[in-house]
């Protein structure tokens, strides 16, 4: 069997973590529009924090991925990874092209005011995904060439092999996008891993993670102002940044409250239809003249939230627009398999 059959419980920190990691995804792109439109200045408090929050936000959800997928998965043979592969070209693939394509049709339809112009629908679903939709494209290319680990041994091995992909890419890399997006990010895919494999005890461990807090903060603000740059800074402020996160989440987990629960089970629509509501509201409000900063920030982030939420309340209520959501929901692999393999012996 492929997949680990003992109970599968949710992970809170781990969903504590997406929400955490899906607002900030979400508060970047905003502001990032905000500004590119004019509406809101681009100051040093937008600069530090719009530079920061990219250290760390997709790298938790690489992590988060690996956790899972080694946590309950068993990928390690070739027909596992035959299921694995077509289950994640699914789950992955059917969002991925509906959400790029919607967006791809929006900058379209409103070329005249979007911030960012895009390319040909091909390029853009095959070559040069755009934002967000590019973290779906690289986690399936991550997937395709990555097992799960069998032992502690094979999970140090691992480690060791996706930095040095990492430093690879540090040092040049690749040209080839999809290349270059796994060698960049399987690092944190497989820490992620690590964490389970190596059976990491999160919990207990707050004061830690609020002083590599404390910690990442003082060396963002100096590294900003001092105006350091380069790709392995910024990966080793990124690595403090989701060890802090993850430990400040699993240890307060008991904190938070029904808002983190309900974030948590809208992360994925939350994360895939955000743009799609902000950038249309922001172009018709400043259609009809609106321009005050204070009337598109509230309306802004309002929307943001609340509007991929109701999509998909009323997706789940219409069950087939669901697919486009969660496809694995209404098509199960292994029973494609299993007829593909039936009729191959007939």
Not at 128 to 145: E, G, Q, R, S
Not at 287 to 305: D, M, P, Q, R, W
Not at 318 to 338: M, Q, S
């Amino acid at each position: 069997m492929s997949e680990k059959t003992a109970g599968r419980t949710r992970e809170k920190w781990v969903d504590d973590v997406k929400v955490i990691a899906c607002i900030l995804v979400v508060l970047g792109h905003f502001f990032q529009s905000m500004t590119k439109a004019n509406i809101l200045p681009e100051n040093d408090l937008y600069g530090w924090f719009n530079t920061t929050i990219y250290y760390f936000h997709v790298p938790l959800f690489f992590i988060c991925s690996g956790y899972l997928y080694q946590k309950y998965s068993k990928v390690n043979s070739v027909g596992s990874w035959c299921k694995n592969v077509a289950k994640k070209a699914l789950a992955l693939g059917v969002p991925y092209a509906t959400f790029t394509t919607a967006t791809w049709v929006l900058k379209k339809v409103f070329s005249s005011s979007v911030n960012d112009q895009i390319g040909g629908l091909g390029n853009t679903l095959l070559l040069h995904p755009t934002a967000p939709y590019w973290y779906l494209y690289a986690l399936f290319f991550i997937f395709l060439v990555t097992p799960t680990f069998s032992s502690v041994k094979s999970a140090a091995v691992g480690l060791i092999v996706a930095l040095a992909a990492k430093v690879l890419i540090l040092t040049g890399g690749d040209s080839v996008y999809a290349v270059s997006t796994v060698l960049s990010n399987e690092i944190w895919f497989v820490i992620g891993m690590s964490i389970c494999s190596f059976n990491v005890q999160l919990k207990g461990r707050k004061i830690q993670g609020t002083i590599f807090g404390l910690l990442f903060v003082i060396l963002s603000i100096v590294v900003y102002t001092a105006k350091i740059s380069g790709s392995a800074i910024s990966f080793a402020i990124g690595l403090l940044a989701c060890v802090a996160v993850i430990m400040m989440v699993a240890g307060f987990e008991e904190k938070f409250g029904r808002g983190m629960k309900l974030l948590a089970k809208y992360t994925m629509p939350i994360f895939l239809m955000h743009t799609l509501f902000a950038a249309p509201l922001r172009s018709i409000l400043m259609k009809i003249g609106i321009e005050n900063a204070v009337i598109h920030v509230v309306l802004g982030l309002v929307i943001s939230f609340s509007g991929p939420i109701i999509a998909a309340w009323i997706m789940k209520k219409t069950k087939w627009l669901e697919f486009f959501l969660y496809p694995n929901k209404f098509v199960k692999v292994n029973v494609i398999l299993l007829n593909k393999a039936s009729k191959k012996y007939l």
